[in-house]
């Protein structure tokens, strides 16, 4: 499967953006799919995650409330509704998929190519 994240840019405070990322794969909906971001200098962390029917959603500590994962299968598409948007969110933001959810980086490998979310103070 091939995936291509999409929907970043640059945007204030306070601010939202929403994220598409898409599938190639008709197997789409057979895979937990995952959201993660990478700021400058730091590593890759974890956002969130969704099971392959939408049935369980995880999310990281520090976007619980503001950042909301969603999935259409028909559409191969997995989304990240992203609110509340901080200087700290600026990060460039990577799909991925796995037969199985993990909240580890290492344990993902198909990703997308990322999308830069800028978030300005």
């Known amino acids: 499967v091939q995936l291509q994240a999409s929907g970043g840019g640059l945007v204030q405070a306070g601010g939202s953006l929403r994220l598409s990322c898409t599938a190639s794969?008709?197997?789409?909906?057979?895979?937990?799919m995952g959201w993660f971001r990478q700021a400058p200098g730091k590593e890759r962390e974890f956002v969130a995650a969704i099971t392959w029917n939408g049935d369980r959603l995880y999310y990281a500590d520090a976007m619980k409330g503001r950042f909301a994962i969603s999935r259409d299968n028909a559409e191969n598409t997995v989304y990240l509704q992203m609110n509340s948007l901080k200087p700290e969110d600026t990060a460039v933001y990577y799909c991925?998929?796995?037969?199985?959810?993990?909240?580890?980086?290492?344990?993902?490998?198909?990703w997308g190519r990322g999308t830069l979310v800028t978030v300005s103070s």
């Open positions: 991925a998929a796995n037969p199985s959810y993990s909240a580890n980086v290492r344990d993902y490998r198909t």
């Open positions: 794969a008709r197997t789409f909906s057979r895979y937990v």
